[in-house]
């Protein structure tokens, strides 16, 4: 199994180790959960799981952004990848749609695929395969959800899309893998 190229730079930088029983990402203890744990979590309280994900993903975001710009001037063309990452996420479209998809992969959630980017109306449609969240849901009752559950993730993607379009935004999941549809969307506005 091929680690991320994104984990990889982080790895070589020494921002994601796990030593004596400690995982740390950028500089902040992370605990490696259980799918069905999270779910479980998420079933207790919706809203305030949502939020703490918007939140938590945005924080991430900045930091991540604030260590790439730390490297920036270091000559070590590994460090040099790590700033444009940095870079990426402000210039360009394509900059930003291929760190969002390193990043969210680095989670675990599923698949993402960006649809849809408009920078200026701060909108984004998102397609989210392989969802961890609803395969979860459906191998736990055995049976399709009557809504979507990916709260968690939405509330990621709202966090990631604050952090860039500088601005408050929601995530709503529109469709999603558990109900039956063939992956989950979610609407970023």
Sequence with gaps: MALSSFLQKLLFVNKFTIKDGEINLLDNPYIMLDASILLTLQEVDESKMYQGMK?????????????????????????????????????????????????????????????????????????????????????????????????LTAGILAGIFSFLFKKNIDCVEKSCLAKGDDYCFFLVK
């Excluded at 479209?93 to 760190?99: A, C, D, N, R, Y």
């Design 55 to 151: 939140e938590g993903s945005k924080k991430n975001l900045k930091n991540l952004v604030k260590h790439a710009k730390v490297y920036k001037n270091i000559k070590n063309q590994s460090l040099k990848n790590l700033a444009e990452l940095s870079k990426s996420i402000s210039k360009s479209e394509e900059g930003v749609i291929k760190t969002l998809q390193e990043i969210f992969d680095v989670y675990g959630l599923g698949k993402m695929e960006i649809e849809e980017l408009d920078n200026s109306g701060k909108e984004a449609k998102i397609k989210i395969t392989n969802s961890t969240i609803a395969k979860e849901t459906l191998k736990k009752y055995e049976k399709k959800s009557k809504t979507p559950v990916c709260t």
